[in-house]
């Protein structure tokens, strides 16, 4: 296999990472920015299949090859990105880190986190999405957010998956 | 004649799909049965997937690595790009389910559904993850950080954090820094 396609790879990769990191240093956000997080991945993916372009007649199946590494790389990126944006329990570890890594009364550990606002911020953010609406301190659904509600629903019945939460 | 990138395509979908059917089916039997056998051999299907899947089709790929098949020659780097596109549908499947599992907003959307639509703030505070509120949502990570060997529970107290633990939360906090990501879940 030839080394072209892994420097193809790795080229398009390092694109997106390192425009994600200036970016995200630059113009620091509550929010996750998935579509603009997307956006930098196609952009990487871009450079790959540029740079597998160069020097030959484009190949479907050596562009075919570039393009399914670097999707696997990237989809992988962004689950771990989807943990550091929004995971309970990375929360959780690094606050015991925090702590010095000793054990932690679990009731201490649970008001803290009713005390904190977190879960404000992600009623806060369902709302800036258009899944949810809020008015004199109660909280409801929008229609949007009430087909999402009902596909999760059903997905999860195909899938035979119970969304404890 | 049937392209080779095709072919390649049809063989990842057809292997993760089976085995995402069979480990569906066999999540269907562990829910309805809740014996211990139908949770493992879930678990086990689960497991195959990630690790014999890829073997399995890296064997399936190979048949058409000479050409002498069906008269179609899948080079090396296609087999190779294969493999990765079956892991990072292997990814998009083990990612759905921890959504469809354990996804906070999905939860929370599922709630409100549940209760018509509309509740009080601190109702839904309350009645997070049907009924079993914010100590429930933190019993459930904290109980998966514990069996994935991250932390150890001791009773009422949670950690202390294993090797693997600090070295995980200590990559995520750093890499929180970076990304300045300061609103975080």
């Known amino acids: 296999m030839d080394n072209g396609i892994w420097i193809s790879v790795l080229a398009g990769i390092t694109v997106f990472l390192a425009l994600h990191v200036i970016l995200w240093r630059s113009m620091p956000s509550d929010n996750p920015r998935m579509v603009l997080l997307s956006g930098l991945a196609l952009v990487g993916m871009g450079v790959s299949l540029g740079i597998a372009s160069i020097g030959a007649r484009p190949d479907a199946a050596r562009l075919c090859s570039v393009l399914w590494i670097d999707a696997f790389w990237i989809i992988l990126y962004f689950f771990v990105y989807a943990g550091l944006a929004r995971s309970v329990s990375l929360t959780c570890l690094v606050h015991m880190l925090r702590s010095g890594g000793d054990p932690v009364d679990f009731e201490a550990l649970v008001d803290e986190y009713a005390r904190s606002s977190r879960f404000e911020e992600r009623i806060r953010l369902m709302r800036a999405r258009g899944l949810i609406r809020q008015t004199n301190g109660s909280v409801s659904l929008t229609r949007g957010g009430r087909r999402l509600a009902l596909a999760v629903d059903g997905l999860g019945h195909v899938l035979n998956a119970r969304l404890e939460g | ?185």
């Open chain 2, 1 to 185: 004649m049937i392209e080779p990138v095709f072919l390649c395509w049809v063989l990842v979908v057809l292997t993760l799909s089976a085995l995402a059917a069979l480990h569906v089916k066999a999540l269907a039997w562990a829910l309805g049965s809740d014996k211990p056998i139908a949770y493992r051999t879930a678990a086990f299907l689960e497991g195959s997937m990630l690790v014999a899947g890829p073997w399995f089709l890296w064997g399936l790929l190979g048949l058409f690595s000479d050409g002498r098949a069906v008269g179609i020659r899948i080079p090396l780097h296609l087999r190779v790009g294969s493999i990765f596109l079956y892991g990072a549908g292997c990814l998009v499947y083990v990612e759905l389910r921890s959504l469809l599992s354990r996804g906070y907003s999905f939860r929370i959307l599922l709630d409100l559904l549940k209760s018509g639509g509309e509740l009080a703030k601190k109702d839904l505070i309350v009645r997070y993850g049907n009924g079993r509120g914010l100590r429930g949502l933190l019993a459930k990570r904290l109980g998966s950080l514990a069996r994935l060997g991250l932390l150890r529970m001791e009773g009422p107290r949670a950690g202390s954090l294993t090797p693997i633990g600090r070295g995980a939360a200590g990559i995520g906090w750093a890499m929180r820094r970076l990304l300045r990501l300061t609103s975080v879940g």
